[in-house]
C-alpha cells in the first residue's frame, strides 16, 4: 500500500524559508523513479491546488504565485520529493502535501506551514 508521508513544515516569519520533504514508501524504487509528482497545499476555507510538479527528468513547473522562490528536487534513491521554499510570504501558508501528478494515490497527512507578517 502506497504511502505518503510530508514533514518538515513550520512557523515563520515572511522572508523565510523551509524545506519540506514527502518520504513515499509502498512502491518499487522503479516506480518512483516513473512518477512525475507534485507538491499541493490547502490554505483554510479554500481548495486543494497545485504548486508544482518534477517530472521523471527533474524538470519542475510552478504556479505563478511561486515562480521564482519555490524549487523542487528528488532522490530517486531514498524516494523522497523535497519542496524548498523562500521568501515565504503569509499567502503561503497552507498544509502542504505531495502526490503524483495526477493525485492518483492516497493522501498524506500533510505538513503545516504558517508565515507570519
Request: aromatic content about 10%; overall charge positive; charged content about 15%.
Given at each position: 500500500?502506497?504511502?505518503?508521508?510530508?514533514?518538515?513544515?513550520?512557523?515563520?516569519?515572511?522572508?523565510?524559508?523551509?524545506?519540506?520533504?514527502?518520504?513515499?514508501?509502498?512502491v518499487?524504487?522503479?516506480?518512483?523513479?516513473?512518477?512525475?509528482?507534485?507538491?499541493?497545499?490547502?490554505?483554510?476555507?479554500?481548495?486543494?491546488?497545485?504548486?508544482?510538479?518534477?517530472?521523471?527528468?527533474?524538470?519542475?513547473?510552478?504556479?505563478?504565485?511561486?515562480?521564482?522562490?519555490?524549487?523542487?528536487?528528488?532522490?530517486?534513491?531514498?524516494?523522497?520529493?523535497?519542496?524548498?521554499?523562500?521568501?515565504?510570504?503569509?499567502?503561503?501558508?497552507?498544509?502542504?502535501?505531495?502526490?503524483?501528478?495526477g493525485?492518483?494515490?492516497?493522501?498524506?497527512?500533510?505538513?503545516?506551514?504558517?508565515?507570519?507578517?
Amino acid at each position: 500500500q502506497v504511502q505518503l508521508v510530508e514533514s518538515g513544515g513550520g512557523s515563520v516569519q515572511a522572508g523565510g524559508s523551509l524545506r519540506l520533504s514527502c518520504a513515499v514508501s509502498g512502491v518499487p524504487g522503479t516506480i518512483f523513479s516513473q512518477t512525475t509528482f507534485g507538491w499541493y497545499r490547502q490554505a483554510p476555507g479554500k481548495l486543494r491546488e497545485l504548486v508544482g510538479t518534477i517530472n521523471t527528468g527533474r524538470g519542475t513547473r510552478f504556479e505563478d504565485s511561486v515562480q521564482g522562490r519555490f524549487t523542487m528536487s528528488r532522490d530517486n534513491a531514498k524516494k523522497t520529493v523535497f519542496l524548498q521554499m523562500n521568501s515565504l510570504e503569509p499567502e503561503d501558508t497552507a498544509v502542504y502535501y505531495c502526490n503524483t501528478a495526477g493525485r492518483g494515490w492516497a493522501w498524506g497527512q500533510g505538513t503545516q506551514v504558517t508565515v507570519s507578517s
